[in-house]
């Protein structure tokens, strides 16, 4: 059975995103930091007469660089709301969940935030759970 999934791209790499977990989409303004927060947290920012934290996705995934995303999906874990960074947005569309391919060798970081694939085209594309990459918020998988 198909569901519908946000296509976006995370450090140069198409991922799927179930429509469930996003909220909106949004272009992040400004964002102030936080003293003593993890290292993927980027900071805080107002959105719609709330506050969200901003949460460096590339960073979540142990990849170093500069990003300078401001593009933001918008998600709800445990009753607060996430600003997740994506490089860029590309489509919404059904997809039929697969599970990740026995073999199949993931670099740490994705294998923990993967929960299978989709097939756009014949393309593969990770589809990521984005409460995996909150900092310290453990999935169940």
Do not use: C, K
């Not at 992040?28 to 980027?42: D, F, K, L, M, N």
């Amino acid at each position: 059975m198909s569901h519908l999934y946000l296509i976006a791209q995370i450090a140069g790499r198409s991922v799927a995103i179930d429509s469930d977990q996003v909220e909106s989409v949004v272009d992040i303004g400004e964002v102030t930091a936080v003293p003593r927060a993890s290292a993927h947290v980027r900071g805080l920012a107002a959105l719609r007469s709330r506050v969200v934290t901003v949460v460096d996705t590339q960073s979540a995934l142990g990849m170093h660089g500069d990003s300078d995303a401001r593009r933001a999906v918008i998600t709800r874990v445990d009753g607060h709301h996430y600003a997740m960074l994506v490089d860029a947005l590309d489509d919404v569309a059904p997809f039929e969940l697969l599970p990740l391919a026995g073999g199949v060798a993931l670099d740490p970081a994705w294998g923990g935030a993967g929960r299978g694939v989709v097939e756009r085209e014949g393309e593969p594309i990770l589809a990521i759970d984005l409460a995996s990459l909150v900092p310290g918020h453990a999935t169940i998988n």
